[in-house]
């Protein structure tokens, strides 16, 4: 499984951007996906994930409210929306497969990764 994640950029804090994560080889809609995101300095963290029907998803509590996952099975493409971005969410974002899961908050879980994205949140 490939995976590709786009979108990211530099925006002001308060203003939004959507992450597309678009996945190649595989069964794209057997498969449980997350998004993670790593600041300079820091360990991967765990940002939302949803199951490979869409219908469970899964929000860290720092995200709970602002951000939300979905993903669209015919285009095998995973989104995550982020609105009233603040400068703590600047970091590398990255998508993720699990292959055998409904969508964990450990990065071990994952089977996949793609390459990031790097968000910019400017005060």
């Known amino acids: 499984v490939q995976l590709q994640a786009s979108g990211g950029g530099l925006v002001q804090a308060g203003g939004s951007l959507r992450l597309s994560c678009a996945a190649s080889g595989g069964t794209f809609s057997s498969y449980a996906m997350g998004w993670f995101r790593q600041a300079p300095g820091k360990e991967h963290e765990f940002v939302a994930a949803?199951?490979?029907?869409?219908?469970?998803?899964y929000y860290d509590n720092s995200v709970k409210g602002r951000f939300t996952i979905s993903r669209d099975n015919a285009k095998n493409t995973m989104y995550l929306q982020m609105n009233s971005l603040k400068p703590e969410d600047t970091a590398v974002y990255f998508c993720?497969?699990?292959?055998?899961?409904?969508?964990?908050?450990?990065?071990?879980?994952?089977?996949?990764w793609g390459k990031g994205t790097l968000v910019t949140v400017s005060s």
């Open positions: 993720a497969v699990d292959r055998t899961g409904y969508g964990s908050r450990l990065p071990g879980a994952y089977d996949y």
């Open positions: 949803i199951s490979w029907s869409g219908d469970s998803t």
